[in-house]
């Protein structure tokens, strides 16, 4: 029977391995629900978001609620930059606008450590923020998962 706490694909990663968690969290985030997307990291996971330091899932779910209920029409893309046996290394960029309308595009880096489950332990996120006009906007797809047929970063020179 799997252990209900994993989280494939396991590590050691593959870069194609690497890819895939990266867009199994970028389709978690879009999707914006605090306690599922808290499920994919450990109990005890440890943060670093900008100058924030958070421990465990509890406090993740906080977070990520208030998170989201700023930042509106949320919409992110991650790209894996790195990766080892049970560490891998993303750029993103999300866009999203506050209540007075103000668009912004965020950009970062984040370091992940994986456990033997492929469970998050921990992240450490730098991020930037540039305010946008709303016409600048490069991230326009309906729903809560980026298409396949979407640029990723890369692509949209970002």
Do not use: C
């Amino acid at each position: 029977m799997p252990d209900l706490e994993q989280r494939p694909p396991l590590p050691p990663f593959t870069y194609d391995d690497a890819v895939i968690k990266a867009r199994k969290a970028e389709d978690a985030w879009n999707g914006k629900q605090p306690e599922k997307v808290a499920m994919a990291y450990t109990p005890d996971s440890r943060w670093r978001n900008r100058s924030e330091f958070l421990q465990g899932r509890e406090q993740i779910a906080a977070f990520l609620t208030n998170k989201w209920q700023k930042e509106n029409e949320y919409r992110l893309i991650k790209e894996v930059w790195a990766h080892t046996d049970n560490r891998i290394a993303v750029r993103f960029v999300y866009e999203w606008h506050d209540d007075q309308g103000n668009w912004f595009r965020s950009h970062g880096n984040e370091n992940w450590l994986f456990d033997e489950n492929g469970l998050m332990a921990e992240r450490h996120a730098s991020i930037n923020d540039v305010a946008i006009a709303e016409q600048d906007r490069k991230f326009r797809w309906e729903g809560d998962v980026r298409p396949d047929d979407h640029p990723g970063l890369t692509e949209l020179g970002l």
